[in-house]
Every structure is written in C-alpha cells, then in structure tokens.
C-alpha cells in the first residue's frame, strides 16, 4: 500500500502566518503605487482638459472687479468669481461655485500638507496666502502693475475635482519680458483630485495648474519633486566630470526632468506648497547653446526670472515626467 502524506495543521497555519505577514509589509507601498499612478493619471487628463477650455478663451484678463480703499482694504473683489462665472464656465463644465468664505461647499479641505509630508498649512483663500511674495509691491517692474491681493474662489467638476482659483486680472501678455514672473500669472488653480477625502496633501491627491499670459496663454502642471539637488550645477558643461543641470535631475531618477521657464516659474508660485526654498534656479529653457550660450533662470527670492551663461551654476530642482 503507498503511503500519503500531507501537511500537518501546524505547518498550514505557520505558512498562513508567513503570507499574512509578507501582505502587511507589501500591500500598503503596493496600494500607494497604485493610488500615485491613478493621481499622476488624473492630474494629466485634469491638465489637459484646463489647457484646452484655456485656450478656448480670448483673454485671461479684465473679468470682474477688484476695488480698495485709501487704506488699501478691498471693497469690492468679484474677480475669481467672476472669472469662473463669465470665462471658464463658457468652455469648461462646471458643477458648482463657491466663494472665498464657502469653499468647503466646494469640496475645498480646510487644510492641505505639503510637500514634505510634514508640514500642514491652512487652505489659501487670497492671492496673499497662496503666495505673500505675489503682493508684497516689490516688483512692479515696470509692467502692469502688483498682482492685486483678489479673494480665491472654487469650483467642482463633472468628474469630482474640487479646484480653488486664484486670479490676477491684470496679468501680463508678454511671455519675452525680463524681470518678474508675478505679473506673468492669469490664473492658479489649485486642485484636490477626491475633495476634502484625504490624504489631502500635495504630491498626491492635491496639486496645482498655472496659466500666464494674458494673450497667447501657456497652462503648466509641472508635478514636483520632493527637495532640491544637493548642490548647485550648471546649465550645461563640456567638462565630462561635472554634472549638469539636467543630468542631476536624471542621476536622481530616471523619471525626473528640469522644468522648463514657465513651470518653474509655477512653482514659485506656488512656493509655501511645495517647499521651495529660497534660491535661483536652473530651467531647461535655453537661448543659445553652449557653455557660454544663455538659458532661463528663476529666483524663488523676490521672483524675478532673467538669463544668464549656461556655465554658471545655480540650484535645481526637479519634477516628474
């Protein structure tokens, strides 16, 4: 007679254990995976479908009023709102409008976490929260004006975003001028992907879309990296022993890219989100090659964008493909 044998219960239970205690470890890194490729996925459709009702529109300036006193106190400030009522709602579908006192109507979480995963922050409602460097009247520059300190607004979509909107309606047209990018920014739309579910926190389900220039707009929704590189680098180098801009950002991950004028500019922008610290920083936006060629800068320190030789070295801070 051939004898069969099998396992025992003690051995089917420790094996049952040793799965149980590989899925615990794995599963959550596997679920967040998961959850950061649907966001990235999402971010990219919600970008294009901002892009597209963007350029559908004449112009990104003039809608609503924004008015102060001698004090200069806000007296009258429709400018978000009306620029979702009578702009955006006549090429995007939109759900639901709230205003600056009532965006949680809106799905707008009170607070967000930044960045770092450490830091938490009250939900912007003005120009001045998002950014106190957009209206502190340092950088005037000779072209239109300070960005008025306007109220945010919000709105929801069809497919369940919850997106607050910052306007400036006396933004700029010139995409060529030096000096400030302040003026440059129409619009900043900071969105949350679920509403007030969480993890509300950028990176993930929260992030942000910029469009500048009045005439000819350009829409960015550059999606950062977490910190800057180590140390400063050029714009480019003939030295095969010094890291470029760049590559720094490739040595770093395959999956990161130097953000070109416009979205480094959104993220200065959008700063005290994404922890951009104080410093000038490379784009991957070029005027002449070479060492000795030029490339566009952006300074987190007052704003100002300008040029200088690819040779010089300056800060770099990445953002995903």
Sequence with gaps: MKKFRGFTLAEVLITLAIIGIVAAITLPSLLV?????????????????LAQAIGQMNTLGGYGQFETDEEGTATVDTAAESFILDALSKVYKIN???????????????????????SEITFPTK???????????????????????????????????????????????????YHYTQN???????YDL????????????????????????????????????????????????????PTACKNMSEDLRLPNRDELASLFIN???????????????????GASGLAWLQSSNGGNRNTNPRAYKYTVRCIKK
């Design 96 to 118: 639901n409008v709230c205003g600056a006192d009532k965006l949680s109507a809106c799905g707008i979480p009170s607070k967000i976490t930044t960045l770092d995963a450490v």
């Design 271 to 289: 700063s005290p989100l994404v922890n951009l610290e104080e410093n000038v920083y490379w784009s991957s936006s070029a005027i002449s090659q």
């Design 184 to 190: 440059k920014m129409c619009v900043n739309f900071i």
């Design 194 to 245: 679920n509403g007030s579910e969480g993890p509300n926190q950028v990176g993930k389900d929260v992030g942000f879309i910029v469009a500048m220039y009045n005439k000819n707009p350009v829409v960015v929704a550059p999606i950062p990296y977490g910190k800057n590189y180590e140390s400063t680098v050029p714009q480019y180098t003939e030295d095969a022993e010094t890291i470029d801009a």
């Design 33 to 49: 995976n998961v959850n950061e490729k649907a966001w990235d996925a999402q971010k990219k459709a919600l970008h294009a479908r």
């Design 127 to 177: 120009m001045s929260e998002l950014n106190p460097k957009l209206t502190n009247g340092n950088h005037s520059s000779n072209e239109e004006g300070d960005v008025a300190d306007t109220k945010a607004a919000a709105f929801e979509t069809v497919n369940g975003e919850s997106i607050a909107v910052f306007y400036n309606p006396l933004c700029s047209s010139d995409s060529s001028v």
